[in-house]
């Protein structure tokens, strides 16, 4: 089986931008969780998504966002980009119905300037 | 808040020795405990985990140990290599409604000297 996809890899933009990251999970898995990693603040949970609905939602502003389709791929969002927001944003699949494993993609690496 | 604090942040073990690393936690609701690996440009993958019926849990060189009473939990690494320098993630998760949330350790980053 394919593992979780995650593009792009690596992104550029400017504060004020918005940004879109995807991610594919492994084939059969219907949960996605988004996770935000920076050497400060370590990885932290943004939301999980499962059957095109949230469930989750980590401590994050409103400028974070993301939808899930009926295939189960999902995408995030953030508007309004600030500096602060450059990091490595992990995606993570499971099978869902309270499935410990979570299964990681490579991550997109945001660069804010 | 944060509810699980991992400790050393960095460590370096000769090749053969023992790396040891501990994380502790706060929240009794969590009931699943993984241990995460991640090397450079790539996301973390699961290395073993342990539920808190258990005391011991062993897979190859790799073993956790966990202590319910003092809500604290090690990853013990023996005969340490070179290719196990990697960051080490320890994580506890509880169901949240229908899901599932994992809080993360803060990472210890492992060197491994040949």
């Known amino acids: 089986k394919a593992g979780v996809t995650q593009t792009p890899r690596y992104l550029i933009k400017t504060r004020g931008q918005q940004v879109t990251l995807s991610c594919s999970p492994i084939?059969?898995?219907?949960?996605v969780s988004w996770y935000q990693q920076t050497p400060g603040q370590g990885l932290q949970f943004l939301f999980e998504?499962?059957?095109?609905?949230?469930?989750n939602k980590g401590n994050f502003p409103g400028r974070f966002s993301g939808r899930q389709f009926s295939n189960s791929r999902s995408e995030m969002n953030v508007s309004t980009l600030e500096l602060g927001d450059s990091a490595l944003y992990l995606c993570?699949?499971?099978?869902?119905?309270?499935?410990?494993?979570?299964?990681f993609g490579p991550g997109t690496r945001l660069l804010v300037l | 808040q944060q509810q699980v604090k991992q400790s050393p942040q960095s460590l370096i073990v000769q090749k053969g020795g023992i790396s040891i690393i501990n994380c502790a936690y706060e929240?009794?609701?969590?009931?699943?405990f993984p241990w995460y690996q991640q090397f450079p440009g790539k996301g973390p993958a699961l290395l073993i985990a342990?539920?808190?019926?258990?005391s011991e849990k062993k897979e190859g060189r790799f073993t956790i140990s966990f202590n319910k009473s003092a809500k604290q939990f090690s990853l013990h690494i023996m005969d340490s290599q070179p290719g196990d320098s990697a960051t080490y993630f320890c994580?506890?998760?509880?169901?949240?409604?229908?899901?599932?949330?994992?809080?993360f350790g803060s990472g210890t980053q492992l060197t491994v000297l040949p």
């Open positions: 342990i539920r808190p019926d258990v």
């Open positions: 998504y499962f059957s095109e609905t949230q469930r």
């Open positions: 929240n009794t609701a969590f009931d699943y």
């Open positions: 084939s059969g898995h219907r949960s």
């Open positions: 994580a506890a998760s509880k169901a949240s409604g229908s899901a599932r949330q994992l809080t």
């Open positions: 993570a699949s499971n099978q869902g119905a309270l499935q410990e494993t979570q299964y």
